[in-house]
Nanobody, 119 residues
């Protein structure tokens, strides 16, 4: 069983910055991919960014050049640095991890943290 604990989120001004963190705990062999998805009002869930154990990253088109993701493998955690925020970044952000448990790989989700960008 794996738990994902999220921190950060809140209210920011357009053009401002915000940082989200996520840490995994429990019994597992390895986290293959870890990252963030988001869901805005009236929208479907979309990829924000993710990162593999070797440091390879993937970003959603809407956030490229503005957000940066990093990973601490020893602590099984990930940090998302968000800058140049716009109103359209508003939504619930969910931590996501693909976890290797014995011979199977399963996806896990955090409970979600609210990000609001408003003047």
């Amino acid at each position: 069983q794996v738990q994902l604990v999220e921190s950060g989120g809140g209210l920011a001004q357009p053009g401002g910055s915000l940082t989200l963190s996520c840490a995994a705990s429990g019994a597992f062999v390895n986290i293959k991919v870890m990252g963030w998805y988001r869901q805005g009002p009236g929208k479907q869930r979309e990829l924000v960014a993710d990162i593999r154990g070797d440091g390879t990253t993937n970003y959603g088109d809407a956030v490229k050049g503005r957000f940066s993701i990093s990973r601490n493998n020893a602590k099984n955690s990930v940090v998302l640095q968000m800058s140049s925020l716009i109103v359209e970044d508003t939504g619930v952000y969910y931590c996501n991890a693909y976890v290797e448990e014995s011979v199977v790989v399963r996806p896990y989700w955090g409970q979600g943290t609210q990000v609001t960008v408003s003047s």
